[in-house]
Nanobody
Framework: QVQLVESGGGLVQAGGSLRLSCVVS????????MGWFRQAPGMEREFVAG????????YYADSVKGRFTISRDNAKNTVYLQMNSLKPEDTAVYYC????????????WGQGTQVTVSS
């Protein structure tokens, strides 16, 4: 059974930084495409960032480009999201997700971690 556990959320002032972590167990982490998503109250869940199994390719939503950085450590089964220059509109529950090779969709999800950015 694949499990994803996020951590690192919290309350931060606008302009501040947070680093989210997601540890994956029970699967073959090194083969997964990993992603971060977020969902604000009353809004649909949206894609934030993604990273290929090798870490060579990364993808970002336009709203976070230049501020957020996704990375992974396959030796630690962990994916990270470094968030800088945070804005109040970044407030949301952040989820990490895993996609098995060639499946085309994220199958495994964490429980989420709350990020609140105050103005």
């Amino acid at each position: 059974q694949v499990q994803l556990v996020e951590s690192g959320g919290g309350l931060v002032q606008a302009g501040g930084s947070l680093r989210l972590s997601c540890v994956v167990s029970g699967g073959t982490f090194f083969s997964y495409t990993m992603g971060w998503f977020r969902q604000a109250p009353g809004m649909e869940r949206e894609f934030v960032a993604g990273i290929s199994w090798s870490g060579i390719s990364t993808y970002y939503a336009d709203s976070v480009k230049g501020r957020f950085t996704i990375s992974r450590d396959n030796a630690k089964n962990t994916v990270y999201l470094q968030m800088n220059s945070l804005k109040p509109e970044d407030t949301a529950v952040y989820y990490c997700a895993a996609e098995e090779p060639s499946r085309g969709e994220y199958e495994y999800w964490g429980q989420g971690t709350q990020v609140t950015v105050s103005s």
